[in-house]
């Protein structure tokens, strides 16, 4: 039998204000992929037309108001299906790189190589205060991987709204391959403001759309930096890792944003206006004026924020029962507090 072909390499990557990443992104991403899908969802920076810009990206429009990961992957497989077969789609926010190794990896070329239907997953490593080190957390120290890329089998694409799955990947699949030797590289941490407003608009998001979640399992999933010490817990990232694009001359290194709100401050805002602010009192979402960010809003013209002004849930109750929220991970034994903590904020 003849030596299966190389497939055409497609980076699928959803996009909402990400201009302070994508230079970056398209720079490294452009050295190993043939071709980038964008899908941008009404971007109000410089996103689309950094985008455009580049010669090896497809820009599609994610259309919709609504935050949906399952449409927006549908979005970005439906362009990559425009390419001829056979097609390896690789799935990467703007904030995350494939790690430089790429470039010369015998892993990878290996990878390349995967029958359609293969999942093949990586690790995902944390940075943290400099793109030279990262937080032990979901890298090779702990064996965790996840499917970043999927060699296409025309599979149709279904997840859920939130943290989806990104590739195509029915259950139980079999044909999974781990990537031991190149990583996928998340910058988010090194944009602190940046994500601090995300993690809000996580938490507000899950209290609406998972009401099953109560405020301690969604405060869980949202507070895990609080819940340790990350200074304790750095690695220095392998050279390799960014070597070769620092020697290509691309800046991975700098972080610019000179952003102080981010869209997700204003779709918290819409869910006050559609919610009130009541199933919200207990996340810890308070340190943030909305009262003022809502004029600010109004002066600016951001559609479909709260016509009446938002009182804050500040009572002693209030601030006592965030404040025991934010450091309960410390409360031992967990079994006792977690369900007392579940009852009081019910």
Not at 278 to 301: M, Q, S, T
Request: with cysteine; proline share 7%.
């Amino acid at each position: 039998m003849g030596r299966a072909a190389r497939p055409t390499v497609i980076a699928l990557t959803p996009v909402r204000d990400e201009a302070w990443a994508l230079p970056r992104f398209l720079a490294c991403t452009g050295l190993w992929a043939d071709h980038i899908v964008i899908a941008d969802q009404r971007s109000s920076d410089a996103s689309r037309a950094i985008a455009a810009r580049h010669p090896k990206v497809t820009l599609v429009d994610n259309p919709g108001d609504a935050y949906s990961e399952v449409e927006r992957q549908r979005v970005l497989i439906a362009a990559a299906r425009q390419f001829p077969a056979p097609r390896l789609l690789v799935a990467l926010d703007a904030d995350e790189l494939l790690s430089a190794n790429v470039l010369t990896s015998r892993e990878w070329q290996a990878a390349l190589l995967a029958p359609p239907g293969t999942a093949i997953e990586f690790a995902k490593v944390e940075l943290f205060r400099s793109a030279d080190q990262y937080i032990i957390q979901s890298a090779e120290h702990l064996g965790m991987t996840f499917p970043f890329a999927y060699a296409d089998d025309g599979r149709a694409h279904e997840s859920s709204v939130l943290h989806a799955c990104r590739v195509p990947l029915p259950p139980g699949v079999r044909s999974r391959l781990r990537m031991k030797d190149v990583v996928v590289l998340h910058y988010q941490l090194l944009n602190s403001a940046r994500q601090a407003s995300k993690d809000r608009w996580y938490r507000c998001f899950e209290r609406v759309h998972a009401p099953d979640k109560s405020v301690v399992e969604i405060e869980r999933l949202y507070n895990w930096l609080a819940r340790r010490d990350p200074a304790r817990q750095l690695a220095a990232i392998r050279p390799d890792w960014l070597e070769a694009y620092r020697r290509a001359g691309i800046d991975v290194d700098t972080i610019a944003e000179s952003r102080a709100v981010f869209w997700w401050d204003w779709d918290i805002l819409r869910l006050f206006a559609r919610h009130g602010v009541a199933p919200f009192r207990h996340l810890d979402i308070w340190n943030v004026d909305w009262e003022a960010l809502r004029r600010d809003g109004i002066a600016r013209g951001i559609p479909h924020l709260p016509a009446h002004p938002i009182r804050a849930p500040m009572s002693a109750a209030d601030r006592a029962l965030r404040a025991l929220l934010r450091h309960s991970h410390s409360l031992k034994p967990r079994r006792v507090w977690d369900p007392l903590l579940d009852r009081l904020t019910r």
